[in-house]
């Protein structure tokens, strides 16, 4: 039976193994709220950013607009690095990421409107290290992983990883190649994945950069020697997700369970910056498609597409940024 447990504050997210709530599966928390319509939403929507939340995007858009067929939403989905720019240019409304803005981006933001942007947690991801579905490696370490994408190695791996034989496969797998694909520098999961994994390190030159992340997971897919990283929620019949081991030595899958927990190691929050001057309410149609995606049905979309739904007691702080 699932359970739902009390969290930390919103302002904690980020450190997700301070996290507690339900197993993995397609169900959210039975205390989240029910949207409610209200009159008077209509008009053009804008948003452009992450390539990782642009389905999620895609599915919001699709089920508020049912709500109010009088909004047009336009969602652009080509990387992180691209929200902050339309923000302050004002092509966008809305700006979701797969990273937490970067400081001299906060800077371009404010020096433009004279305060910071405000964001959202929208839901979590568990960012996956993939490889083709007949790969029968059982588990990999965050230092392995760092060996097989960097020339620096800054996780302590004593030595390169370029074979599958050296991480312990045996026959036809241990002189295979291994064959790396990743995202491009425009990527929230590209940065991601170099500051958390790579622990600041550089990416070999091998990487073979994709420029979505479902052209990673098909590139995986077509590849038995492939391995790359993509948020969970892109993952396909033709890739496994392989155990990462956490800090207590354990292999751990990505499922939700895992995420909230902490005991997945590469975990993050999917945001969506807004624009929203201090002391003044948001547009109608912005301030409830963002509410939307906080309710149940909103957190049901997240479940649906793979992703990790927030629980109650942070999408109530989550709310209150918007309202």
Same mark, same amino acid.
């Given at each position: 039976?699932?359970?739902?447990?009390?969290?930390?504050?919103?302002?904690?997210?980020?450190? +997700? @193994? %301070?996290?507690?709530?339900?197993?993995?599966?397609?169900?959210?928390?039975?205390?989240?709220?029910?949207?409610?319509?209200?009159?008077? &939403?209509?008009?053009?929507?804008?948003?452009?950013?992450?390539?990782? #939340?642009?389905?999620?995007?895609?599915?919001?858009?699709?089920?508020?607009?049912?709500?109010?067929?009088?909004?047009?939403?336009?969602?652009?989905?080509? @990387?992180?690095?691209?929200?902050?720019?339309?923000?302050?240019?004002?092509?966008?409304?809305?700006?979701?990421?797969?990273?937490?803005?970067?400081?001299?981006?906060?800077?371009?933001?404010?020096?433009?409107?004279?305060?910071?942007?405000?964001?959202?947690?929208?839901?979590?991801?568990?960012?996956?290290?993939?490889?083709?579905?007949?790969?029968?490696?059982?588990?990999?370490?965050?230092?392995?992983?760092?060996?097989?994408?960097?020339?620096?190695?800054?996780?302590?791996?004593?030595?390169?990883?370029?074979?599958?034989?050296?991480?312990?496969?045996?026959?036809?797998?241990?002189?295979?190649?291994?064959?790396?694909?990743?995202?491009?520098?425009?990527?929230?999961?590209?940065?991601?994945?170099?500051?958390? !994994?790579?622990?600041?390190?550089?990416?070999?030159? #091998?990487?073979?950069?994709?420029?979505?992340?479902?052209?990673? /997971?098909?590139? &995986?897919? %077509?590849?038995?020697?492939?391995?790359?990283?993509?948020?969970?929620?892109?993952?396909?019949?033709? +890739?496994?997700? +392989?155990?990462? +081991?956490?800090?207590?030595?354990?292999?751990?899958?990505?499922?939700?369970?895992?995420?909230?927990?902490?005991?997945? @190691?590469?975990?993050?929050?999917?945001? /969506?910056?807004?624009?929203?001057?201090?002391?003044? %309410?948001?547009?109608?149609?912005?301030?409830?498609?963002?509410?939307?995606?906080?309710?149940?049905?909103?957190?049901? /979309?997240?479940?649906?597409?793979?992703? !990790?739904?927030?629980?109650?007691?942070?999408?109530?702080?989550?709310?209150?940024?918007?309202?």
């Amino acid at each position: 039976m699932k359970t739902w447990k009390t969290l930390v504050p919103a302002s904690a997210i980020l450190a +997700v @193994g %301070a996290l507690f709530g339900p197993g993995a599966g397609a169900d959210v928390d039975p205390q989240l709220p029910a949207y409610k319509t209200v009159s008077g &939403v209509s008009g053009n929507l804008s948003s452009i950013g992450s390539d990782t #939340t642009n389905n999620l995007m895609q599915f919001w858009a699709e089920g508020f607009n049912g709500l109010y067929p009088n909004v047009n939403l336009q969602i652009e989905g080509k @990387g992180s690095s691209t929200a902050p720019p339309a923000l302050i240019e004002g092509t966008a409304n809305f700006g979701p990421m797969s990273r937490e803005m970067k400081a001299e981006e906060i800077s371009k933001f404010e020096a433009k409107f004279g305060y910071k942007p405000t964001s959202i947690k929208s839901s979590l991801d568990a960012l996956a290290v993939y490889v083709h579905k007949d790969n029968p490696i059982p588990q990999l370490t965050l230092a392995q992983v760092d060996a097989m994408f960097s020339s620096t190695r800054k996780g302590g791996a004593p030595s390169d990883l370029t074979t599958w034989g050296q991480l312990g496969l045996t026959g036809e797998w241990a002189n295979k190649p291994i064959s790396l694909y990743g995202r491009n520098s425009a990527s929230g999961t590209y940065g991601y994945f170099k500051e958390h !994994v790579l622990a600041k390190g550089d990416y070999k030159a #091998t990487v073979k950069e994709q420029p979505g992340s479902a052209a990673v /997971v098909q590139g &995986v897919s %077509a590849d038995l020697g492939g391995c790359g990283y993509s948020g969970v929620g892109y993952k396909t019949s033709g +890739v496994r997700a +392989v155990p990462i +081991v956490g800090k207590d030595g354990k292999p751990y899958e990505a499922t939700d369970e895992n995420v909230y927990s902490g005991k997945y @190691g590469i975990s993050r929050a999917l945001l /969506v910056y807004f624009n929203r001057a201090p002391g003044q %309410a948001l547009p109608p149609s912005t301030k409830e498609f963002l509410l939307y995606i906080l309710s149940k049905e909103g957190q049901q /979309v997240v479940a649906k597409d793979g992703y !990790v739904p927030l629980v109650a007691t942070v999408a109530a702080e989550e709310r209150k940024k918007v309202e």
